[in-house]
Nanobody, 127 residues
Framework: QVQLVESGGGLVQAGGSLRLSCAAS????????MGWFRQAPGKEREFVAT????????YYGDSVAGRFTVSRDNAKNTVYLQMNSLKPEDTAVYYC????????????????????WGQGTQVTVSS
C-alpha cells in the first residue's frame, strides 16, 4: 500500500506558474503509474497527467498539454506537476493517484484505474 500527500497549491495570477508535489510513503513511486487529476466545483474529476511505472512515459490531458509537465524523483519518492501559463480555468483541487497495474494509455486517463489517492491541494488562478 502507498500513501500519498500533495502540496504546493495556492493562489496565482493568470500566466503564472506553480509546482505541485506528491510525496509517497510505503512503496516506491517508480513501481506505480502516478497520475494527476483535478476537480473543479460542480464538475467531474478530470485527468491531467500521468507518468508510467518503471519507464516513466508521460501522458497529458488535452487542456494542459504543452503547459504542464509531470516528472518523478525516485530518490525523493516524489512526483511533481509543473504548471506553467496557468489560466483561471485551471482552478481546481488537484489530486495525485497511484496504480500498480500494467495498463495502456487509455485506461491511465480514467480515475477508476487508480487505487490510491491523496487528499488534494487547492490551486486557484485569478484573472
Amino acid at each position: 500500500q502507498v500513501q500519498l500527500v500533495e502540496s504546493g497549491g495556492g493562489l496565482v495570477q493568470a500566466g503564472g506558474s506553480l509546482r505541485l508535489s506528491c510525496a509517497a510513503s510505503g512503496r516506491a513511486v517508480s513501481n506505480y503509474n502516478m497520475g494527476w487529476f483535478r476537480q473543479a466545483p460542480g464538475k467531474e474529476r478530470e485527468f491531467v497527467a500521468t507518468i508510467t511505472r518503471i519507464v516513466g512515459g508521460t501522458y497529458y490531458g488535452d487542456s494542459v498539454a504543452g503547459r504542464f509537465t509531470v516528472s518523478r524523483d525516485n530518490a525523493k519518492n516524489t512526483v511533481y506537476l509543473q504548471m506553467n501559463s496557468l489560466k483561471p480555468e485551471d482552478t481546481a483541487v488537484y489530486y495525485c493517484a497511484a496504480d500498480g497495474s500494467v495498463v495502456g494509455s487509455t485506461r491511465l486517463r480514467r480515475r477508476e484505474t487508480y487505487d490510491y489517492w491523496g487528499q488534494g491541494t487547492q490551486v486557484t488562478v485569478s484573472s
